[in-house]
């Protein structure tokens, strides 16, 4: 099917596009007109060897691929939409290993290891760490502004990445002093579209396999000296229903980018959407309405896009896929629903119910670090909101050249009240 309403070669995983903006005017048309879309792509543009996908803009038709894997498939090509033409087959089916991107009944087995570490007993056994964590992290910030730049600083680099890593390295057991480790590398997975990080696919391959070698190597000490972390828990008991160390260091591929790049992502947003919107900032100081951090996770929508592959041929939509065709689940548009959300063009910390997306659309893939991540975002709002209450912006985010990813690369703001 050919929309006449959309230029010539639109597609919505284009890099160039995302890096300028999120299509939200394109997504709504689609959810109006052509809810389930063929986006036609020039030959293997994505890596796949095809001419395209299936793009599915609503919420409900979203929901409905994302619970029913036995019709799609994370597992096939994978669940990132949009490699490039350079990569091969061989590692785009490397990356099947990670558990973003199985298939039951495999996926069930190792997340039914894995959920381990994310009961809620687990993660409130976090919260006091975290909640110190991200007072020290915001104190650090503001006095470095201060001392050395006069006020001004980049939110995402002084704030918005620390707390995700801290918590990582407070999960898993790595040491603090490793966490620029991890952020390294995952930033090297995540960024390969983006010309400013000079990232190639294989640097992302290497970056990959350094978090690996270096996850193996505390799963290894573990087993030979447990201590009170959940890789202990994970890898203690290999063969009694446990992960296997390299099972261990793939997991750790998976914490390094849904737990760090989104969770970041979604504080950025947070606050350049609290920095755009005072009156929602002024509430929130006020208030902190404990709905907040949904919000900023639907506002953010980190994730703008996975796919599944069809393993039959099917209708959804109205239309006719076959099997092997790649269907696209674009969450930002979803988030934005009007037959969902209320007002979904509105910032609105006090919104409730917010069925939003933004940590997949249920079934056997739904995030399964929920828990933390809200806890995260509520705990870094709140000691930004003691410590820095008259943050101001200074300019425009830059945002990441990525296909699927919303992500901010830089978000300068000052602690300096106007004169």
């Not at 930033?187 to 978090?211: C, H, Q």
């Not at 705990?379 to 945002?399: G, K, S």
């Amino acid at each position: 099917m050919r929309c006449p309403h959309l230029p010539d070669g639109f597609d919505f995983t284009d890099p160039d596009l995302l890096q300028a903006r999120v299509p939200h005017p394109e997504f709504a048309l689609m959810r109006e007109t052509a809810p389930v879309w063929w986006c036609t792509q020039p030959h293997n543009i994505s890596g796949f060897g095809d001419e395209g996908y299936w793009a599915v803009t609503r919420h409900a038709d979203v929901k409905y691929v994302s619970t029913h894997p036995e019709l799609f498939s994370s597992n096939t090509n994978t669940a990132v939409i949009r490699f490039n033409e350079t990569i091969s087959r061989d590692q785009i089916d490397v990356q099947k290993l990670i558990m973003l991107n199985m298939d039951p009944p495999e996926h069930t087995r190792v997340r039914q290891i894995v959920q381990r570490g994310f009961t809620p007993r687990s993660v409130r056994s976090l919260e006091t760490a975290l909640r110190s964590r991200a007072r020290s992290i915001v104190e650090t910030a503001q006095a470095s502004a201060d001392a050395d730049t006069g006020g001004s600083f980049d939110f995402v680099t002084n704030i918005a990445v620390e707390l995700p890593l801290q918590a990582i390295a407070e999960l898993i057991g790595v040491p603090q002093e490793d966490r620029s480790k991890i952020f390294d590398w995952s930033n090297k997975m995540a960024a390969y579209d983006d010309p400013e990080y000079a990232i190639t696919e294989e640097v992302g391959a290497e970056a990959a396999m350094e978090i690996v070698a270096y996850s193996m190597n505390l799963a290894a000490a573990r087993k030979e000296c447990p201590a009170q972390d959940i890789v202990s828990r994970l890898v203690a008991a290999e063969g009694q229903g446990n992960l296997s160390s390299d099972e261990f260091g793939f997991f750790v591929i998976l914490l390094a980018v849904a737990g760090n790049e989104t969770t970041r992502n979604a504080i950025s947003h947070g606050m350049h959407a609290f920095l755009t919107h005072p009156e929602q900032w002024e509430l929130y100081k006020r208030e902190r309405p404990k709905t907040t951090a949904e919000e900023i996770v639907r506002w953010a929508t980190p994730v703008v896009s996975f796919q599944r592959t069809a393993t039959q041929d099917l209708e959804l939509g109205g239309q006719r896929i076959r099997k092997g065709e790649r269907v696209g689940l674009f969450y930002s548009s979803a988030n934005n629903d009007p037959e969902v959300f209320d007002a979904p063009e509105a910032f609105d910390i006090t919104r409730d119910p917010n069925p939003h997306l933004g940590f997949g659309g249920g079934g056997p893939h739904f995030c399964l670090g929920k828990s933390l991540a809200v806890m995260e975002i509520d705990l870094i709002f709140n000691a930004i909101a003691d410590v820095l209450p008259d943050l101001r912006l200074l300019e425009d985010p830059r945002r990441l050249r990525s296909a699927w990813l919303n992500g901010i690369k830089q978000l300068q703001v000052t602690t300096v009240a106007e004169s």
